[in-house]
């Protein structure tokens, strides 16, 4: 609560410290969620059940294939699906909980609050809480990539070296940190816009089915209908760069051809500064017609 | 008789007025339902290209798509969002007590609700739905006959009473543990598994296939689309039909008891 105590003409040296005021809100939602512990262990529990059912689709699909797409087979895409469940896990435990609240704070004026702290207010209304049962995603998905990359590094044909793996790591955790900026600065973008919607009720929903696509290796969208929906999930919402990129330089450092996978890497660092500017002007630009509802 | 007949019917036009409400919605939202279908129309192409195969368990290409369509029709008959955890609620509330006081029977008041609520849905969503079958004409074989169409129609009218008895039961079970939230995600977690909502079921190893065509979920979204492809035939059908019209008996009597027991445990406190 220290943050209330400062004037509202900062000084430089007055900036607030944001890596603290994170970690505050970060200890704040952690007593919550211990507050309530029963709570926390059923949500824990309940993501976990759900990827093993999504785990037995896919292993019921593998059955009767050997790949889904050109170079994803079992454990390629084993991998790709623990990256799914990394990033889902930083989206929603850090931004998914504060961004469904947005639209509230709009409605109800509580953004006035926000808007006089002395702080940013999109760091402020995007981290505010965080829900830590979502790191259960996370540790799914630690499983699943130890065991894919167990598998693919100890197959007979062609199995990746542990040098390859070692090198893609930290290039790994880092587009893994890009994914999540991408789908963060879509879901801010899309709560800003119930500033002058009044209401955004469905942006659970929208959420579901946009990222419903990055959920696929991307090569799967082929052909005549599917090609063009790639390029628009890879170029103008890029939705397929999210886990695509990250699951590629780690499961298949070397397929398709560095021809495709440089330029891809590169654009997809292109695509996380694009649409977190953009994302940011959106949210400024819906803060200026924002109305205080109470007044 | 005419009595209770005019409070049905007042009840019915009340809750279609008050779905009408929202038809906007209602029809933006179906369309939006569609979408998961793109990604599994090209999840399944790929499969269907690294296998170089004709079918997998029976199933074509075309026969994969078609079945993903023909479950949201069976979901758009079984489905029933938010049945339980409203009793749930109503048990927990003391809301219930007006169903005591009131000539009206509560379970019968809800499915009435429901039906209204299906209704209006089909008014509205029969557009969107009838689009997107246009759209998707290639990936069905044709009509299928007439015994196969009236089978169909029986397995989805049947899978609306099953989805709602189903649901009504484990609302009812709020008498007992207060708080059914825990009970619905694990039944959420089974039927969206075992419904054949995720797959079809011929997919399933042939045990765990006979098992779970022997539980009531699979009427929730595979047996209609299976009937409608032309899986289930002959004596299979005679047999699924049968079991489907037992199973929807079963839970309209165990919601039945439920409500009577219940209410001895029942005590409502206060105005």
């Keep these: 609560m220290n943050e209330r105590a400062l004037p509202a003409h900062l000084t430089p040296e007055r900036m607030p410290n944001y890596w603290q005021v994170f970690v505050t809100f970060a200890r704040n939602s952690l007593v919550r969620d211990m507050t309530f512990r029963a709570n926390f262990i059923i949500e824990s529990l309940s993501t976990i059940t759900w990827t093993l059912m999504d785990l037995g689709f896919y292993l019921l699909i593998f059955q009767f294939t050997q790949s889904i797409g050109p170079g994803w087979g079992k454990y390629e895409f084993f991998a790709f699906l623990a990256t799914t469940k990394f990033v889902n896990a930083i989206v929603q435990a850090f931004f998914m909980p504060n961004c469904e609240e947005i639209s509230e704070l709009i409605r109800t004026g509580g953004l006035d609050f926000a808007l006089l702290k002395p702080i940013d207010t999109q760091f402020l209304v995007s981290l505010r809480k965080i829900d830590w049962s979502a790191l259960s995603h996370a540790l799914v998905g630690a499983i699943l990539v130890i065991v894919s990359l167990w598998h693919l590094t100890t197959r007979d044909t062609e199995p990746l070296l542990w040098w390859q793996v070692a090198s893609a790591l930290p290039l790994y955790v880092f587009y893994v940190a890009c994914g999540s900026a991408i789908l963060y600065s879509l879901m801010i973008g899309l709560a800003a816009t119930s500033i002058w919607l009044g209401q955004n009720r469905s942006l659970y929903d929208f959420w579901f089915y946009i990222t419903n696509f990055s959920r696929y290796p991307m090569e799967i969208y082929d052909g005549a209908w599917g090609l063009p929906l790639r390029y628009v999930c890879l170029y103008v919402v890029p939705v397929l760069v999210v886990v695509n990129v990250p699951a590629r330089i780690l499961a298949q450092p070397l397929y398709p051809e560095p021809s495709v996978g440089v330029p891809l890497a590169l654009f997809a660092i292109v695509a996380t500064a694009g649409c977190l500017v953009i994302s940011r002007l959106v949210f400024q630009r819906a803060l200026r017609s924002y109305r205080s509802a109470s007044s | ?271």
Excluded at chain 2, 54 to 74: N, P
Excluded at chain 2, 81 to 94: D, E, K
Excluded at chain 2, 110 to 128: D, E, N, S
Excluded at chain 2, 233 to 254: K, P, R
């Design chain 2, 1 to 271: 008789m005419y009595a209770r007949l005019s409070t049905w019917w007042t009840i019915l036009s009340i809750s279609l007025q008050e779905r009408f409400v929202y038809r906007g919605d209602f029809a933006l939202g179906t369309l939006m339902r569609f979408l998961p279908i793109v990604t599994q129309i090209f999840l399944w192409s790929a499969v269907f290209s690294a296998v170089q195969q004709k079918r997998i368990v029976g199933y074509s290409y075309e026969d994969f798509v078609a079945y993903y369509l023909l479950t949201m029709i069976s979901r758009a008959f079984s489905s029933m969002p938010g049945l339980a955890s409203q009793i749930g609620y109503q048990i927990r509330s003391g809301d219930i007590k007006k169903y005591l006081t009131q000539p009206v029977d509560m379970i019968g008041f809800f499915l009435l609700g429901r039906i209204a609520h299906k209704l209006a849905y089909y008014t509205v969503a029969t557009a969107p739905f009838a689009l997107v079958f246009f759209l998707c004409r290639g990936f069905f074989p044709g009509w299928p006959d007439a015994t196969t169409l009236a089978a169909f129609i029986a397995s989805l009218v049947l899978s609306f009473l099953l989805g709602f008895f189903l649901e009504a039961c484990m609302g009812l079970v709020g008498f007992w543990f207060l708080e059914v939230s825990s009970l619905l995600f694990v039944y959420m977690l089974l039927s969206f598994f075992l419904s054949g909502h995720m797959f079809p079921l011929d997919m399933l190893p042939p045990t765990a296939r006979q098992i779970v065509l022997l539980l009531p979920l699979h009427y929730l979204a595979y047996f209609p689309a299976a009937v409608f492809l032309g899986k289930v035939q002959g004596m299979d059908l005679v047999w699924g039909l049968s079991l489907q019209v037992a199973w929807t008996i079963f839970f309209a009597l165990l919601s039945r008891v439920l409500f009577k027991l219940g209410l001895k445990r029942y005590g409502g406190y206060g105005g």
